[in-house]
Structure formats: structure tokens, C-alpha cells
């Protein structure tokens, strides 16, 4: 498919999307070839999607906070319209725990009553609007420590708050996306146990290389765009598509990037997935060649 230069950008149709941290950018709109909604549910449930979703331009992405302030204010009916919710539950239990200590005569609360937390403020959410996707986050640098030992990490209270939160969102029927900071590849076995929906990751997608054959079946992959040139960007999207794509579930969120990333990374992800989707034959006899050299090269 014919991807727009970046350079041409005032020649063509662009949409403008904000992230919660606050930055805006520009970038191409995308051709759909059904509803974002009927395409993300044909992915989550294996149906055969059309492309991959990303969090700025199927979703709104926005913080659970952010959106209950502008539900205050009655800002939130002005929301662009036509997009899911991605909604960002903000800091995890530990992280929390991490804040609270610094307040004098802040209560000391446990991993799980904090995970209530959440819940609660995810059901204030839902009393106002529908939520498609939620990413739940939190900083498991200890329990990646806890796993270099040998240790059982689901046994440690920040993974049973994270399935207390999981187990509550899925009842309602909300897929949820784990953002596990300090994740590392011998934590990954037991991580999956949590059986969140998708698993979000940044940094070297090596690590995960074999990850479609081991969870595919049962968990799909939140792949963050976190590079600052388009040609990274554009690099990073393919190989994703590649690995996790194909045969699997694959969602984008957009992390740290600049405009010109954001733009070359997010049509490399939308016309090669399409590609991939489209010509499912024909394109997997080029990923087993792909990924079978790629393989060669991880044992080696």
C-alpha cells in the first residue's frame, strides 16, 4: 500500500490526536474499511481483523482521572466522536503505596485494597460511558528480582491485586492491558498466569520472540511505538506485525515519539497489517520465510 511522506503532510487529510500527557500531533487519516469497533472486536476474538488497532486513532486514550475531571466539568461530551475509549488507569498499587508513603498520616493500605481502588474508580467510569479497553499499570522491579531468585512472583501481593483487578474488569467485560514496568524475559511465564488480555511492551521485542507460539492461543500483544525517527518507527512496526500480527492479537499504544516517528510508524503498522490481513495465504508464506531466518538468528 502507498504511504504518505512525511514532508507532504499539508497535501493530504490529517486528523489531530492528543495524548494524556498532553501532546498534540498530526497525523494522516487512516483509510478503515469497517467501523474501528467491529474491527477491534474481530481482533480481540480472533475473528480476523482488518488492520491493527492503535491507541490515538481507533481510541481515544485517556486516563481514568483525566476522564472523570472532564466528566466534572462537563467537558467529556465534547470528546471526538467515532472512537472507543482506551482507558488508562493511571499509577498501579505499588506505585501508589510509593506516593502515600511521602504523606504525613497517609493510611497504610495493603496492595489489594488499593487494587479496590481502581475497581471502584473503573465502575465510576462505566456509570458515564462505555470502556473498551483498560491498561493497567504498575512497577514490578521487585518482582523481577523476586523471579532472578526462583521465587513464585504470583504469590507476592502486587500480582494478587493485578488479578483482583484483571478478574474484575474481564466480568464486565472490559479487556485489559498489563503494563508491567521492570518486566523481564524469565518473568514472562508467570506473568501470563494473570491471564491478562493483552500484554503491553516497550523497549527489545526479541525478548518476546517465540511469545505468538507459547500464549498466542490466549493473550494478544499491546505493542508500544517508542522510537524517535520514522525510519525506527517504521522498523519497529513491521517486525511487530511479523511476530505478533499474523495468526495472534495485536494492539499499538503510542509512547514517546516525535511527529515524523508517529507518522512513518503508524502507516507502516496500518498498511502492513492490512496487507497481512487481507492476503492471509500469501503472506504467511512470507513470515514462515521471515520469521524462520529470524529464528536462526535468536538461537545463534
Not at 58 to 63: A, G, I, L, S, W
Not at 134 to 162: H, M
Not at 233 to 252: D, L, N, P, S
Not at 273 to 299: N, T
Request: aromatic letters at 10%; hydrophobic letters at 35%.
Amino acid at each position: 500500500m502507498e504511504k504518505i511522506p512525511y514532508q507532504s503532510m499539508a497535501d493530504v487529510e490529517t486528523e489531530e490526536v492528543q495524548t494524556p500527557g498532553g501532546q498534540t500531533f498530526r497525523v494522516p487519516k487512516l483509510e478503515y474499511t469497517m467501523p474501528p469497533q467491529e474491527n477491534f472486536h474481530r481482533m480481540n476474538t480472533g475473528e480476523g481483523p482488518h488492520w491493527v488497532p492503535t491507541s490515538l486513532t481507533d481510541f481515544r486514550y485517556v486516563t481514568a482521572d483525566q476522564y472523570l475531571a472532564e466528566a466534572e466539568s462537563n467537558l467529556f461530551q465534547h470528546k471526538p466522536t467515532g472512537k472507543m475509549l482506551y482507558l488508562d488507569m493511571g499509577p498501579g498499587p505499588l506505585q501508589m503505596q510509593e506516593v502515600f508513603s511521602r504523606i504525613p498520616g497517609a493510611p497504610t493500605l495493603s496492595a489489594e485494597a488499593m487494587a479496590e481502588i481502581l475497581c471502584s474508580k473503573l465502575d465510576k467510569v462505566m456509570e458515564l460511558t462505555t470502556v473498551d479497553l483498560v491498561l493497567y499499570r504498575d512497577d514490578w522491579t521487585g518482582a523481577a528480582d523476586a523471579a532472578q531468585e526462583g521465587r513464585n512472583i504470583l504469590e507476592l501481593p502486587e500480582a494478587k491485586a493485578a488479578e483482583l483487578f484483571f478478574r474484575h474488569a474481564q466480568h464486565r467485560g472490559v479487556p485489559v492491558s498489563f503494563r508491567c514496568k521492570g518486566l523481564k524475559e524469565h518473568m514472562v511465564d508467570q506473568v501470563v498466569q494473570l491471564r491478562p488480555d493483552y500484554l503491553q511492551l516497550t523497549g527489545d521485542l526479541r525478548y518476546f520472540f517465540d511469545y505468538r507460539d507459547r500464549f498466542g492461543d490466549f493473550m494478544g500483544m499491546d505493542v508500544v511505538l517508542d522510537a524517535q525517527t520514522g525510519k525506527e518507527a517504521a522498523e519497529r512496526m513491521r517486525y511487530a506485525v511479523e511476530q505478533f500480527a499474523f495468526g495472534g492479537r495485536m494492539i499499538a499504544t503510542i509512547g514517546l515519539v516525535s511527529e515524523e516517528a508517529l507518522w512513518d510508524g503508524l502507516q507502516e503498522l496500518h498498511c502492513y497489517s492490512r496487507e497481512c490481513y487481507a492476503d492471509p495465504k500469501g503472506f504467511k508464506v512470507r513470515l514462515d520465510e521471515i520469521l524462520g531466518g529470524q529464528k536462526h538468528q535468536h538461537e545463534h
